[in-house]
């Protein structure tokens, strides 16, 4: 099952988006808590991630999300969907771009651009921290069962423990936060796609 989280960078290590995402991937991917490693009782949170993955362009606000996927349900011929066909995706890649730029969306929608393996995901998989996503960040420690440990806020749902937020900075302790806008301009926000 893919997971999404959200990682926090210190504005310090990258200058641009690029730098940021193959930070991230770097940091991560050295990191074996995190991926492949494990100790004596315990395994790391995931066995593959990726910058981005099925989760590129969700740095972009909620609602154009939520709009452009009401709107490729509408193309599709369905209500609600939790799934595409490769062959819907494909056969209706300009227009699901058409309706992905006109509700302000940059380059491919994201139902096309899915990264597949490349590292360093697309430029608008990492931002810096803005007001929206501090506010998202904000409902996502208040509104979910979680509980901290080390650089990690984790959530409990449904499919067990899953790390929503992850904070790469080694000199703040970021997660003890109880408002993210206190951090604007300061940090990278950068999406994973992850697996258990």
Request: glycine letters at 8%; aromatic letters at 14%; one cysteine or more.
């Amino acid at each position: 099952m893919h997971f999404f989280a959200y990682v926090l960078l210190p504005k310090a290590e990258a200058t641009t988006s690029l730098e940021a995402r193959l930070q991230v991937y770097k940091d991560l991917s050295e990191d074996a808590s995190f991926i492949g490693g494990s100790g004596r009782f315990s395994g790391p949170i995931c066995d593959w991630f990726d910058i981005g993955g099925e989760w590129t362009g969700w740095l972009y606000p909620a609602p154009l999300r939520e709009e452009f996927f009401r709107q490729a349900d509408k193309l599709y011929g369905a209500d609600e969907l939790e799934w595409y066909s490769y062959d819907f995706i494909n056969h209706h890649r300009e227009e699901l771009d058409a309706i992905w730029h006109k509700l302000g969306g940059a380059k491919a929608n994201p139902m096309t651009r899915y990264s597949g393996g490349q590292k360093g995901g697309e430029e608008d998989d990492a931002c810096l921290l803005d007001k929206p996503l501090a506010e998202l960040l904000n409902i996502m420690l208040s509104a979910t069962k979680q509980y901290r440990h080390e650089r990690y806020v984790i959530n409990q749902g449904e499919s067990g423990l899953t790390p929503i937020i992850i904070s790469l900075d080694d000199k703040e302790d970021l997660l003890l936060l109880k408002d993210f806008k206190t951090l604007i301009g300061q940090y990278w926000v950068v999406v994973i796609d992850y697996q258990q």
